[in-house]
């Protein structure tokens, strides 16, 4: 086995936070993990009893109950895209489409990682609403860039029809879910399709592409049902008579298997899983009994994330204890430790495969501009951007998957910022994390602002996944920034208004509150993730089972991506250019 | 055949019983020393590298620097001795990563075997009993009123994240489980932030014996026979023998089956102790298992020939194990004292100082492990033991006889010892006839 110099990082907790602190912290935090807990009960619940009922009196299986029988056992689906929609209401009848009416997980199956795609239907009888196409192109777009085999569990009604233009006919309408199957199929990622019911217009193309598609005898597939086939043609027939089982299996061929029910479909499909080649992260991880590695937690317990990083985004904390509760054994490799201390970029193992983090260090730190001179951390200053462009490139050439933990206020602002070109290098990076093909995910820890969010590789950059704690922030800035840029002519130099009219004054103060509090409302996580500016909410001490799971699925399929053994890894080069002798 | 140079991560007695070995094997050994070590006798003319204050938390227990040091040292193998840093899956890991062979199981199986719940678990599926109790975690207080109203009063509730005696309490009666509930949790919490626990009967008295197990990089497992180290004073042994007085022979030889079957199954590599309690019915209840080497493993050395350290080294090196099951003739009895610098007229006070003459004693079937000499100067940071005296005979009594003899020959002038105790423990009758539990030492009252 390669020599990777990991060593040891982190305290335990009590060396660096008292329990009064850490009970503060976790109390905080347990208030917004419970909301978070809440809400998605909420959503999984769909359009609530009554409609489970409906699907249970058919003998079928609600989406979340196929999808829980497709998951290996003790193996719970990583979901994202819950909050899709969340708040949302859609006509007269204020209707709500929890989860935009389609559950999207990362699941494993027969030891394998796949993207399962499955209509929801306790919601409309799984209906498309708008954000529903985009919801699972984002879910096809993961499966591909990971090459996950592809499991779409249809059972889906069509269109939802009175908000059908805003659903239909855009660059990301309804329609580019197949050419995203066409995309899947053309890389060669493996899709499988088991349809369980309605499976009517845009619905009837979704499983053709699959390599295999099963069917329920309750399911049929159609370009147009029953109803408009009365209409069109005066003829009365059922949908199952125009496109059930015994038409698209023994007649048309656009189905492969006939099954009696739910449940034999989902066995079906693991046993096609189950075909498919093994996973090759133990292939990564190496024998442990010859220096490999098997997954093994952090010395320091991963549930302690809960109580060190403080909810207000002000107080500051130790990056270090926060990649100490991330990293197996609390092992890490810093490359560069000495340039851009306001930055941390290294590799430690991750379920017992190399990724590489890049996260901000908070806190005051020495300038090394300006000597006995401090300036804060959680920005980009020169020496972080070019540090941060390095580890980026040679982690993407070495194949180590790359996790970005932002907790960012932006970039340095002035002109010592302009004069070092902080738009050139940030420009660099810029095109580094663009060009990069090494699979990226991005966790927003707590801020995520201007273009500190961007240069670290936020959504626009296309991360495979972006995940939000339920502190994130995403904003160009702060609510009370905006509100003093936007009253900048009306204060002095303190930021104080300079008015003495009572009634003038009166009105900026109302004004720049209003402008705050719109700013601070909009960068609630749940705005975030009802738009899919995030992917997923995730509680602080759920972090590390996503983190394992991303490092473990950029690992599973060999033969799409470059994986270079550590032996020739770029980043000794790296390390033994920038820190001379050793 | 193996390693040259072997760094030897641990200090005194200990550094002196793996340093034999490696001197058998023509393997140099290098001694990590700290500052308080450094001009120790057992070093002298040996290799040292030193790696840190006298504090073990600055040297001992720094994996990263003991690293550094085998490095720095060339050696490629790096032995972690038993106490210290040998059951720290960190340490293994660091090792790995670093190009230096742990001499050890891999940091896998030290970390599930660390893990409470999840190891009691592992060891369950491949036969071995537990302690009755609750089957894994508690979900709540009611379930844990359930569970003691099922094994039977009094109860033990521990945390999951527990150590040190935190997050413990004892429920004597039905009408005590939520309290005893609420409490550990509460403390768990706070201390851990893991409020996870489950339950226990508690169990007074009991013997404590342990299986040696020894398995290599290719699954093959064999055991060595059992210990007894029922004589105890806060959980510290003083007395380890073998064969286990009181020990059904039928319970025994399905223990040891299971035990390599337990070992093997979650993979484990090199030696590793199954610890169990005897309860008064006659069956061995798995508590734990340690990873390592034990202080007593002489005891199953001086039983069977076999250099335990010396197989530990082969298998780390990749060689299969040099006997099979069927190879290990377990002869006679042997028994150990262990021998502190410890006053046990004064409440055991460890007694650090200057030893002005040492002098160990010799004779047939008798074994000392010790790194003292006259004019050593027991630090006073580590623990205070100066010698294992290791008696064998063809049976009990006459090994108890050895060792009467052999301790009265041991010399120990300038710091007081445990010996008196040990001879005092060994002609009780109670001692001899095997009559005694963990709850108090046979043959002394401590003042």
Not at chain 2, 252 to 279: C, D, H, K, P, Q
């Amino acid at each position: 086995m390669a020599i990777v110099p990991l060593h040891p990082i982190g305290r335990p907790r009590t060396a660096f936070c008292d329990d009064a602190t850490f009970a503060e912290y976790r109390e905080a935090l347990a208030e917004r993990e419970r909301r978070l807990d809440e809400r998605r009960a909420e959503v999984h619940a769909g359009w609530g009893e009554k409609y489970r009922a409906r699907v249970h009196a058919k003998g079928k299986l609600t989406a979340r109950e196929r999808v829980a029988r497709l998951c290996d056992p003790g193996a719970a689906p990583l979901e994202v895209g819950t909050f899709v929609n969340y708040g949302l209401t859609y006509g007269a009848k204020a209707l709500t489409s929890p989860a935009a009416g389609v559950f999207t997980a990362f699941c494993r199956i027969e030891g394998r990682w796949c993207m399962v795609i499955a209509n929801d239907n306790t919601v409309a009888s799984g209906s498309w609403w708008p954000a529903t196409p985009e919801k699972i192109q984002r879910a096809q777009e993961m499966a591909l860039r990971l090459r996950l085999p592809t499991l779409y569990l249809v059972d889906c009604s069509g269109l939802f029809l009175p908000e059908q233009s805003r659903s239909f006919p855009g660059a990301r309408g309804a329609g580019h879910i197949f050419k995203k199957n066409s995309l899947l199929s053309a890389h060669g990622v493996p899709q499988l399709a088991g349809v369980f019911g309605d499976c009517i217009a845009g619905g009837g193309y979704m499983p053709i592409i699959s390599d295999r598609v099963y069917m329920t005898e309750q399911a049929y597939m159609v370009i147009a049902g029953a109803a408009l086939i009365k209409g069109a043609k005066s003829q009365k027939i059922t949908s199952l008579d125009i496109g059930g089982a015994e038409v698209h299996v023994h007649q048309s061929g656009c189905a492969d298997v006939r099954v009696p029910d739910d449940e034999a479909l989902l066995v079906c499909l693991r046993a096609e899983v189950a075909r498919l080649p093994s996973a090759a992260g133990d292939y990564y991880r190496g024998d442990p009994h010859h220096g490999g590695a098997a997954p093994l937690p952090p010395a320091f317990a991963a549930r302690e994330l809960l109580g060190i990083v403080p909810p207000d985004p002000r107080e500051t904390y130790a990056a270090e204890e926060v990649l100490a509760r991330l990293c197996d054994q609390s092992l890490f490799w810093e490359l560069m430790p000495d340039t851009g201390r306001e930055m941390i970029c290294g590799v430690g193992r991750v379920g017992g495969l190399y990724a590489g983090f890049i996260i901000n260090r908070q806190g005051l730190l020495d300038d090394p501009e300006h000597r006995g001179r401090k300036r804060p951390g959680g920005t980009l200053y020169r020496g972080g951007i070019a540090k941060v462009s390095a580890f980026s490139r040679a982690c993407n050439d070495d194949g180590i998957p790359i996790l970005w933990l932002q907790d960012i206020s932006g970039f340095d602002v002035g002109l010592d910022a302009e004069v070092r070109g902080l738009l050139g290098y940030g420009s660099s990076l810029i095109y580094t994390n663009s060009t990069n093909t090494v699979p990226m995910f991005t966790v927003l820890l707590r801020k995520a602002s201007g273009a500190g969010y961007y240069a670290m590789t936020g959504m626009p950059y296309d991360p495979v996944v972006q995940l939000s704690t339920t502190l994130a922030r995403q904003s160009v800035m702060e609510g009370r920034t905006l509100a003093i840029a936007t009253y900048n002519t009306k204060l002095d130099d303190d930021f104080e208004i300079v008015t003495s009219d009572p009634e003038e004054r009166a009105a900026i103060e109302r004004g720049m509150a209003e402008t705050a509090a719109r700013i601070d409302a909009d960068m609630d996580p749940y705005v975030s993730a009802r738009q899919m500016d995030t992917d997923e909410i995730v509680a602080f001490d759920d972090l590390r089972r996503y983190l394992c799971a991303f490092v473990e699925m950029s690992y599973q399929n060999v033969g799409y991506r470059r994986v270079k053994n550590p032996r020739i890894w770029s980043l000794h080069d790296l390390a033994e250019l920038t820190e001379g002798i050793r | 055949m193996s390693f040259r140079r072997l760094l030897i991560a641990n200090r005194g007695e200990v550094a002196v019983r793996v340093a034999r070995t490696c001197d058998a094997m023509g393997i140099t050994p290098v001694f990590a020393v700290s500052e308080a070590d450094a001009e120790a006798g057992y070093v002298a003319g040996r290799e040292t590298v030193c790696i840190g204050p006298a504090r073990a938390g600055e040297s001992y227990l720094r994996a990263d620097r003991i690293v550094q040091a085998a490095k720095q040292t060339r050696c490629t193998a790096l032995h972690p001795g038993w106490g210290f840093l040998a059951e720290d899956p960190r340490l293994a890991a660091l090792c790995a990563v670093h190009g230096v062979t742990f001499v050890g199981p891999p940091a896998a199986a030290i970390h599930l075997m660390a893990k409470k719940t999840p190891a009691k678990a592992a060891m369950a599926r491949a036969g071995l009993r537990l302690i009755d109790g609750s089957d894994g975690l508690l979900a709540s207080a009611a379930e844990a009123q359930r569970v003691a109203d099922r094994v039977g009063y009094p109860v033990l509730l521990k945390a999951e994240s527990g150590g040190g005696g935190r997050g413990m309490r004892i429920a004597a009666g039905p009408d005590d489980v939520t309290r005893a509930y609420e409490e550990a949790q509460a403390e768990a919490s706070a201390a851990f932030g893991d409020p996870r626990l489950y339950l226990e009967r508690l169990i007074e008295g009991g013997r404590h014996v342990e299986i040696q197990v020894f398995v290599d990089t290719y699954g093959q497992g064999i055991h060595l026979g059992e210990r007894d180290c029922t004589v105890q004073r806060n959980h510290q042994k003083l007395i380890e023998e073998s064969p286990a007085p009181r020990l059904d022979p039928d319970e025994r030889m399905r223990t040891l089956e299971a035990s390599v079957r337990a070992a093997t199954s979650i993979g484990y590599v090199g030696a590793g102790t199954m610890e169990f309690l005897l309860l008064p019915d006659g069956t061995l209840r798995f508590m734990e298992m340690n990873t390592r080497l034990q202080v007593e493993h002489c005891v199953t050395e001086m039983r069977t020939g076999i250099d335990l350290v010396r197989e530990q080294i082969r298998v780390a090196a990749g060689h299969r194990l040099s006997v099979g099951q069927d190879d290990v003739a377990l002869a006679g009895h042997a028994i150990e004292c262990r021998i502190n610098a410890e006053d046990p007229d004064d409440g055991f006070r460890p007694a650090p100082g200057t030893i002005e003459t040492w002098a160990s004693p010799v004779g047939e079937g008798i074994r000392v492990d010790t790194h003292v000499a006259s004019g050593y100067r027991v630090p006073p940071f580590y623990d205070s033991l100066l010698c294992k005296v290791i008696a064998h005979a063809d049976t009990r009594d006459a090994a108890c006889d050895r060792m009467l003899a052999a301790l009265d020959d041991l010399v120990c002038v300038g710091v007081p010892t445990t010996a008196p105790m040990h001879r005092a423990i060994l002609r009780d009758e109670a001692f001899r006839r095997g009559d005694y539990d963990t709850r108090a030492i046979p043959g002394f009252r401590p003042s």
